[in-house]
């Protein structure tokens, strides 16, 4: 199923300004919405440091 034309505008913006880019720092605003590791300082470990190769959407989920 297509997204929604402002789903893909945001995953398109989205594309050009991360991929490539390597996670200098984390911070989680909303503490609900991490799943694994619930511990929102070992989320923000596990990122940090990490390059991004692409940029998908789909099913509320960018990664």
Request: a positive charge; one cysteine or more.
């Amino acid at each position: 199923m297509p997204e929604l034309p402002e789903v893909e505008t945001v995953r398109r913006t989205l594309h050009q300004l991360v991929v490539g880019k390597t996670v200098e720092r984390v911070s989680v605003r909303l503490k609900r919405i991490i799943q694994r590791p619930d511990d929102t300082e070992a989320f923000a470990m596990l990122l940090q440091g990490k390059r991004s190769v692409r940029w998908n959407a789909g099913a509320n989920f960018c990664g």
